[in-house]
């Protein structure tokens, strides 16, 4: 079956320009994560959606990060203003849904954005 | 504050030979620990997770609680183990936001 996928696979956006990552989970995935991968970094969480619901933002680096999830699938990751800093690959991941106590869900990642910003 | 610290970035061996990823962690609170790997061009995915205290592709992890380590082990690698793995660690209740690790390269070597 059809696992996450993300598009563009890369982007490249001179500073100052917005960038829009997509997003899509597996089929009936109620959770979705967006982690930031930095070069020679381990992935670093952004954000949390529960079905349409933002659960959790707490990662976002900035105001210049925005997600949303409006339908409860697809979601998509705003980055306005674009600056080098931003330059990472960008990983969205989904689960099946939210964790119970004692039930746990594992997490499916998507191949990645890698936005390099000029 | 909740961090893991892999302390090795690149890990070199000979295949047959026994293989030990370090991994550590701060949390204040009982955590779940996990490993993840990524094989070349390929996408991050979940190797093991301390709950099912199973044995995947050879690999086992114990979680330290004393020692705050859940390190990596196989006594004998071999060549497709080479990947890039992470160790990451989340909460035991609500969603699982995942802290990773910076990972650690693993070499097999014919």
């Known amino acids: 079956g059809a696992g996450v996928s993300q598009s563009p696979r890369y982007k490249v956006a001179k500073r100052g320009q917005d960038v829009a990552l997509r997003c899509d989970p597996i089929?009936?995935?109620?959770?979705l994560f967006w982690y930031q991968q930095a070069l020679g970094q381990g992935p670093e969480f952004l954000t949390y959606f529960q079905n349409e619901a933002q659960l959790d933002k707490s990662g976002l680096p900035s105001d210049r990060f925005f997600a949303e999830r409006p339908e409860g699938s697809v979601s998509t990751l705003k980055i306005q203003r674009t600056q080098q800093e931003d330059s990472a690959v960008y990983l969205c991941?989904?689960?099946?849904?939210?964790?119970?106590?004692?039930?746990?869900?594992?997490?499916?990642f998507g191949p990645g954005t890698r936005l390099t910003v000029t | 504050a909740q961090r893991v610290t892999q302390p090795e970035k690149l890990l070199s061996v000979f295949k047959g030979a026994p293989v030990e990823l370090k991994c550590n962690y701060s949390?204040?609170?009982?955590?779940?620990l996990f490993w993840y790997v990524q094989y070349s061009r390929q996408r991050l995915q979940l190797l093991l997770r301390?709950?099912s205290r199973e044995s995947i592709k050879g690999f086992t992890a114990d979680l330290n609680k004393g020692e705050t380590s859940f390190h990596l082990k196989k006594p004998f690698a071999q060549e497709e183990d080479s990947a890039m793995y992470y160790c990451a660690l989340s909460s035991n209740t609500g969603f699982q936001k995942l802290v990773f690790g910076t990972g650690t390269r693993l070499l097999v070597s014919p």
């Open positions: 949390y204040s609170g009982s955590p779940e």
């Open positions: 089929s009936g995935h109620v959770s």
């Open positions: 301390h709950i």
């Open positions: 991941a989904s689960s099946l849904a939210f964790s119970q106590p004692r039930v746990r869900y594992e997490q499916y």
